[in-house]
């Protein structure tokens, strides 16, 4: 199980504070901005924003915000410009990171990100240090205790509607899709039932650092935490894999 949909799981079980929904919208606000400028405004036309646009309902994102979101990308209104790029390092443990970042101020969060990972047991590293151990894969995670089906019938539908694998983890279970099948699978087994945790194209590790030290496991768990916190950082992607047992014992 990669680390990144390890995390995810982690994540939705969590309790999230209110004031934290605010932070929410505005990451989802930015991808949509960037789907819009880059495909254009028409969901139907454009698979990155109509998946986008799911996402934002399903985090009961109000409709004014997903419009004015993909008017912004668009250009019908003005704001600040918005990059989108990555950012490659290292965690504790040697463990690999790749971060989505999208920003308005290059900078200022370069800077920042360099001081997270040095204060939090990282390094920054220079581009291309860790992309090859990631390769970019349509994901889709099901939480097992939340299923509707049994998960074995889960695994055979994911194949049957073209997924590329099926990793089953005690508590997930992760479906991988070359990333311009990701749309089809999804709404194929939507149709049977399947409801899912996580449904994106994210940079999967091709292979994991076991990490098997409480302390460690500790380290690397605050750190992911407090990346994906920052205003201007989307998505970040690691290699690591934690025993269920260890899991268990960390205390964010």
């Not at 047991?121 to 995670?141: P, S, Y």
Request: a negative charge.
């Amino acid at each position: 199980m990669s680390g990144h949909s390890k995390w995810a799981n982690i994540k939705h079980k969590k309790a999230r504070a209110d004031e934290k929904k605010g932070k929410a919208f505005t990451k989802i606000a930015k991808e949509i901005i960037i789907a819009a400028r880059e495909g254009g405004g028409d969901p139907e036309g454009n698979p990155r924003l109509k998946m986008l646009i799911q996402k934002a309902k399903a985090a009961n994102m109000p409709n004014e915000n997903i419009t004015r979101a993909i008017k912004r990308g668009t250009g019908e209104i003005e704001g600040a410009a918005i990059e989108e790029f990555s950012y490659e390092g290292y965690g504790p443990g040697g463990v690999a990171l790749m971060l989505s970042i999208m920003t308005d101020n290059r900078n200022r969060t370069a800077a920042d990100i360099r001081h997270l990972l040095s204060k939090y047991g990282g390094n920054l590293g220079e581009t291309g240090c860790v992309n090859w151990m990631f390769r970019k894969r349509g994901l889709l995670t099901v939480a097992r205790d939340e299923c509707a089906l049994d998960p074995d019938d889960v695994v055979l539908l994911a194949l049957e509607a073209g997924a590329e694998d099926v990793r089953e983890d005690d508590d997930v279970l992760e479906i991988l899709t070359a990333p311009e099948e990701l749309e089809a699978v999804k709404s194929l087994l939507e149709q049977q039932g399947v409801r899912f945790d996580t449904a994106e194209v994210a940079m999967v590790p091709e292979n994991t650092v076991d990490v098997s030290d409480i302390e460690t496991a500790r380290k690397v768990l605050r750190l992911m935490d407090v990346l994906e916190d920052h205003d201007d950082v989307q998505q970040v992607y690691a290699n690591f894999s934690i025993p269920q047992e260890i899991m268990e014992q960390v205390q964010l």
